[in-house]
């Protein structure tokens, strides 16, 4: 089990590596504005998972609704 966590733990870290020389490569002067734009995409993404685990049922726009308010209105769907 050992072997095989460190073999997944070297594959994911030196591809870290590799996708950022990669992106230091083709983005030339614009390497730090593109690693910033990266980590706001990854915080977006975070974002959007944990409302994800907050309001696991399919519902669209009426689950969070519903969740905050507990009024008749949010349960309709509208504004």
Do not use: D, Q, W
């Amino acid at each position: 089990m050992l072997s095989l966590f460190s073999t997944a733990y070297g594959n994911v870290g030196s591809s870290i590596y590799y996708a950022l020389g990669l992106v230091a490569a083709h983005a030339l002067g614009l390497t730090p504005l593109v690693c910033v734009a990266g980590g706001l995409f990854a915080l977006t993404a975070k974002t959007y998972a944990e409302g994800a685990t907050m309001f696991p049922e399919a519902g669209g726009r009426r689950s969070p609704a519903t969740g905050s308010t507990r009024s008749s209105r949010s349960s309709r769907g509208g504004p």
